[in-house]
């Protein structure tokens, strides 16, 4: 089998025959490196996506095309320097961290039913494609796809399904196909956030507040059908439970609008500067909706929105980290892909 920790160059023929069944983790993604000239082609393709935008594409491409790319690449680069560390960029780390773990769980709990585990990136490198491809080539014949999302949305989980089938469509040979929609109230899910709170507020005391912060999307995408709002309040309301908070201890907001139209609110930056200027000096943030920390956790809530709350007459707004790749994450996801695996024994190689 290859190594469990190979995901971002090519893999080899697998030694194992018996490897059929592959989960393959979806991310986001990540530029190369943070630099304008990097950051450029992956805005390109994540903004391109109409998932994520849908305006009419020709005025879409004016506008990505004619203004934005020509401007944010500096603009995120710098934002992207701000997080970087010297193993490269952190939900990239992060990922392949918690796809190690995941292959290191599923190995122990069932060493006769391998299930191999492989890492792709929505945009950006190593592509779904690519991924899948690949696992063709070592035998797999059934696929589980788990995206990194726990609530879902056409914008995140719905693109992830659209380049699974494009490349599904290519192959010849398809593999058995299932995907995992959403676990945002997944009863192991939720006690790993939950566990990971209290263990945060053990080590470093309990702020006046803890505010849950989401990614955003534009209140029409709501409208339109799409159940994120609702599984971001269930993801929430579950949370409450288990806590023992009520909605004036324990908040919700959203983050990461972009454009002129209505986005998800109350909005993260307005929340944070309303609760210091309310007398609350001390502000826990937590951000559920995303499985590892990369750009919007540790620069835009942990730098930028703690400037933010300062400035409003605050102390300290204090962001506790994403699961990433805690023992509590790893073995809730084991018995998640067990479960959407199951009946997939291992059966005999493919000639």
Known sequence: MPRSHDYTGPAGE????????????????????????????????????????????????????????RVRPARSA????????????PLRVGSEALAAGLQSELSRLQPTRPIRVALAMRYGKPSVRHQIEQLQREGVRRLLVLPLYPQYSATSTGSVIDAVADTLKALRWPPELRIVNDYHDDPGHIEALAAS???????????????????????????????????????ARALRQRLGLDETQLMVSFQSRVGREQWLRPYTD?????????GVKQLDVACPGFAVDCLETLEE???????????????????????????????????????????????????
């Open 301 to 351: 809530i942990a730098m930028q929105n703690s400037d933010f709350f300062r400035a409003a007459g605050g102390s300290e707004l204090r962001y506790i980290p994403a699961l990433n790749d805690t023992p509590g994450q790893v073995r809730s996801l084991a018995q998640l892909v067990l479960r959407h695996t199951g009946g997939w024994e291992a059966c005999a190689a493919v000639p």
């Open 270 to 278: 307005a929340t944070v500067r309303e609760l210091a200027a309310a």
């Open 78 to 89: 710098h934002a992207y320097q701000r997080i970087w560390t010297p193993q490269g960029s």
């Open 14 to 69: 697998s030694d194992d025959p018996a490897v059929q069944a592959a989960v393959l983790l979806v991310n986001l993604g990540t530029p190369e490196a943070p630099t304008a000239k990097a950051v450029r082609p992956y805005l390109a393709e994540f903004l391109g996506d109409q998932r994520v935008i849908d305006y009419p594409r020709w005025l879409w491409w004016l506008i990505l095309h004619g203004v934005i790319l």
């Open 197 to 235: 709170i209290e263990r945060w507020w053990a080590a470093h005391g309990r702020g006046e507040r803890l505010l849950l912060s989401f990614h955003g999307i534009p209140e029409r995408y709501v409208r339109a059908g799409d159940p994120y709002l609702d599984q971001c309040q269930a993801t």
